[in-house]
Structure formats: C-alpha cells, structure tokens
C-alpha cells in the first residue's frame, strides 16, 4: 500500500512479511543522468578522458543516443569547475524535459530543500544556487529559478539515497 507521511512523503508499506532478496516493485527511471565525481559518457556513463567530448557542446560523450540531446543545445561551452555540478545541471535539464503525465508523478516527490539548505550550510547550498541555478539561468532555460530549485532538490534526494535515476 502506498501512502502518504509528513515530513517524508509517500512510502509503500507491506502488507505481509517480505523475505530478504524478493523483489517487491520494479519501475522506470523517470531520468538517468550522471552521478560519478570523474569524467563519464553523458550518453552512456563510461568513464572517459578530458579529450573526449561532444563535437557540437564540447561536454564529455564518447557515444551518440538519446539521453544527451536534452542537454546538448543548452550547454554548450560548460565553464564549471566541478563534475558534480555539471552531472547535476544535466541531471536537473533531462528532469524539466520529461513529458506532462510523468512530471505530475516526479512533482509528488519530497525535494527537501529548507533541510538541505540548512544542513548543507548556505556556503554549500550558495556553490548550487551558483554553479546550477544560476549558470542554467545564464544560458537560456526559461523555467524559473524556483523549479529549477525543485528539480535540483529531488535529484539530490534521490542520489543521496545512492541512485542515479528519480
């Protein structure tokens, strides 16, 4: 059964025991990006050289298909510093691009951000707001900063619990 708890959001609860190892839910990432601190494949996920990038943006690829076309357009001449804020702009671009029925099901989810911003410190939050928020900003996504917020806060709810996909 799944329901919904304050605080924490909706949560399945088993309705009998459940033995270690049984698979219990199988379901589909709503977006995969990224979650390494190297360099990787934005398309494949293969760790790959400084060298070896997209011909058209210039962002790490050593392979064509979907999942990088998201991004391609928009970030083309990445200036940041770190993987990690790259992985999670790419990560946040793939998650607005999502269709309407499966954006209703992401919107559900806990973003978590006042705990972030608090826990992270403001310092840290400021290196998101900065180096994600604000560059996607810069280069043309005309979602507002407040979405792009939400969508980096359940990206990074997820991956703190050691997945790549929402």
């Not at 996920?45 to 997209?54: A, E, H, L, Q, R």
């Not at 989810?109 to 972030?116: P, V």
């Not at 043309?140 to 991956?159: F, M, N, P, Q």
């Amino acid at each position: 059964t799944v329901i919904s708890k304050e605080g924490v959001g909706r949560c399945a609860i088993a309705s009998r025991d459940i033995l270690a190892g049984e698979i219990i839910i199988e379901d589909n990432a709503a977006v995969v990006a990224p979650a390494a601190s190297n360099l990787v494949c934005l398309e494949c996920f293969t760790p790959v050289s400084g060298d070896t990038k997209c011909i058209d943006c210039s962002l790490p690829l050593c392979c064509q298909g979907p999942r990088h076309q998201v991004e391609c357009g928009q970030m083309a001449g990445w200036a940041g510093e770190r993987t990690s804020s790259l992985y999670l702009s790419v990560a946040v671009l793939r998650l607005l691009a999502v269709d309407s029925k499966t954006w209703e099901l992401v919107d559900d989810l806990m973003d978590h951000l006042d705990e972030r911003k608090c826990e992270a410190g403001e310092a840290d939050w400021e290196k998101v707001n900065v180096s994600v928020i604000k560059y996607l900003k810069k280069v043309g996504v005309e979602h507002s900063e407040a979405t792009l917020e939400r969508a980096a806060g359940i990206i990074l709810s997820r991956r703190r619990q050691g997945t790549q996909g929402v």
